[in-house]
């Protein structure tokens, strides 16, 4: 918690500086966020989003200025600008960090994307090669800073140039890809992606699946630029991935291809718990086998947990992947009894500090407007009890409509517009709510 004081008392500063994003009229974005969550049986009402404040360009951390680029890079900035300026916003300064995993870097990762392939209707190829990368990957993230994305995207988002390559992929050039994939099929499965039902039904991940195998089958001979070691299938296969994905955005328009992307990462960030979780020797000993004090295996409990408020945002459905695992370790660890319940531990204790606000389920981004800066949304169901999972289960999957998840974060849809008026509150309490949220 101690380090955080700091990154606290600069919101707190900043906070003076903000008026509520409203987001009926403010913040767009928000209307199109639905829920995923199809098998949820809520037992609260679902409660308006909360949208974060950030700050304005007042502030000292957007630097403005025009950005030297390297001049060696053809990537076409221009095409992709409204996606630059999305990730910049994504990827904003400080939020950059807490938010990477959800927000920051899955969009990132789709604007790289659609810059190759976008560049590949006049190159014909689907890669860059590694020098022309480390340049491109330079040039990219000056032009994210000069917009107010923090310096380190690439170290946070873990994106060197290699990833700009065809890595292992055999095939990168755009003519022999469309010999060798059906390319109407694979557009057919992809051109729209619903962002609910393709995490359960596969219909796009399968298509690129299939499409990647193809490539990654391709005689290695005749890749010349002479590979030394041939890595395995499965490395293959993901490294064709990225080479059917640029192609899909290569063939679609820069809107659609984003949607399209960040929809497909996103069933992949809802698989995951991303938290790391810290030795639990300590809530092992006060809370294995029978309890003997509640007040001390709590205590345990509590300070476990503000250990993992300390790592970033989660939506609310990885939170529930993490409430899974973290209770699966303890039972694995003679914790029989459900200290969740015990402990009044909640979702959204699993995400950044004790008031957590979990982020929703699908796709969503931080936004940014003159009058209120750069906000995002949170999903702001309180107290929805963390489950404590049954024996050894597998946790629950949002996939499995006979599976009775308790209370899982409602769905986000209703909330477009419905609760909007009541988001109006006075700048005195959305201050309040940063520091609640961050102190
Ligand atoms: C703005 O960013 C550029 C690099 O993109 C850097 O050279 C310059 O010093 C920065 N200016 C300020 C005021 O931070
Ligand atoms: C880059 O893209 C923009 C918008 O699509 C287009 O107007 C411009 O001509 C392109 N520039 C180059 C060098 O291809
Ligand atoms: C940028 O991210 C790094 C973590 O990689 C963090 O330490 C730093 O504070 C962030 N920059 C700003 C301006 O918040
Ligand atoms: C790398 O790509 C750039 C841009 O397409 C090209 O100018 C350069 O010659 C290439 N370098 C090598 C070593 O192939
Ligand atoms: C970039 O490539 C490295 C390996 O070359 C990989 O570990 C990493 O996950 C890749 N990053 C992304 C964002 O795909
Ligand atoms: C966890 O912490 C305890 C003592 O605090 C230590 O004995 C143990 O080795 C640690 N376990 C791991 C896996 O780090
Ligand atoms: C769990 O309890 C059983 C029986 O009480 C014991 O044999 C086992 O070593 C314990 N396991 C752990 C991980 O503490
Ligand atoms: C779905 O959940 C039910 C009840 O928990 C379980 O019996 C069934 O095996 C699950 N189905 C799948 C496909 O996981």
């Known amino acids: 918690m101690r380090q955080r004081v700091s990154y606290g008392l600069n919101l707190l500063l900043l906070a003076l500086l903000f008026s509520l994003c409203v987001y009926e009229s403010h913040c767009g974005s928000v209307r199109d966020v639905e829920a995923i969550a199809p098998v949820i049986s809520p037992s609260v009402n679902p409660q308006p989003f909360l949208p974060l404040l950030a700050p304005s360009p007042l502030t000292p951390f957007t630097n403005g200025s025009v950005p030297t680029l390297s001049g060696l890079c053809t990537l076409n900035f221009t095409a992709a600008g409204d996606m630059m300026s999305k990730t910049a916003t994504d990827c904003w300064a400080f939020f950059a960090p807490v938010l990477a995993n959800v927000v920051c870097c899955p969009q990132l990762e789709a604007t790289l994307a659609t ?61 022999a890809f469309e010999s060798i994939v059906d390319s109407s099929k694979l557009l057919a499965a992809c051109q729209k992606v619903d962002p609910v039902n393709e995490c359960c039904q596969q219909v796009c991940q399968n298509a690129i699946l299939d499409a990647a195998k193809k490539l990654s089958e391709t005689n290695i001979a005749t890749n010349l630029e002479g590979v030394h070691v041939v890595p395995e299938q499965s490395t293959r296969i993901d490294d064709c991935k990225n080479i059917v994905l640029r192609w899909l955005a290569s063939n679609l328009d ?149 599976t009775k998840i308790p209370a899982v974060p409602k769905a986000t849809s209703a909330q477009s517009g419905l609760y909007s008026k009541n988001l109006m509150l006075p700048s005195f309490f959305s201050s309040l709510v940063i520091l609640k949220l961050f102190l």
């Open 254 to 402: 820069p809107s659609s291809a984003n949607k399209v992307l960040r929809g497909l990462s996103n069933c992949k960030v809802n698989k995951v718990c991303p938290l790391v979780f810290p030795n639990m020797t300590h809530v092992v000993k006060e809370c294995a086998n029978v309890i003997t004090s509640q007040t001390a295996c709590c205590k345990a409990m509590d300070s476990y947990v503000s250990q993992l408020q300390e790592q970033s945002f989660i939506t609310n459905l990885q939170a529930l992947n993490c409430a899974a695992s973290l209770g699966a370790k303890l039972q694995k660890a003679n914790v029989s009894n459900n200290v969740y319940e015990l402990c009044h531990i909640n979702l959204k204790d699993f995400s950044l500090q004790e008031s957590g606000c979990l982020l929703p389920s699908l796709p969503s981004d931080a936004t940014f407007d003159k009058t209120s800066g750069v906000s995002f949304i949170c999903d702001l169901n309180d107290n929805i009890a963390a489950p404590w999972p049954s024996s050894f289960s597998e946790p629950p999957s949002s996939c499995n409509k006979t």
């Open 115 to 175: 810059l190759i392939g976008h560049s590949s209707k006049y190159s014909r190829m689907l890669s860059l090669n590694i020098t022309h990368a480390k340049h491109c990957l330079s040039d990219v993230e000056k032009i994210l800073e000069s917009q107010g994305a923090n310096k380190t995207v690439q170290k946070i988002c873990s994106i060197q140039p290699e990833n700009l390559t065809e890595a292992s992929c055999p095939v990168s050039k755009v003519d």
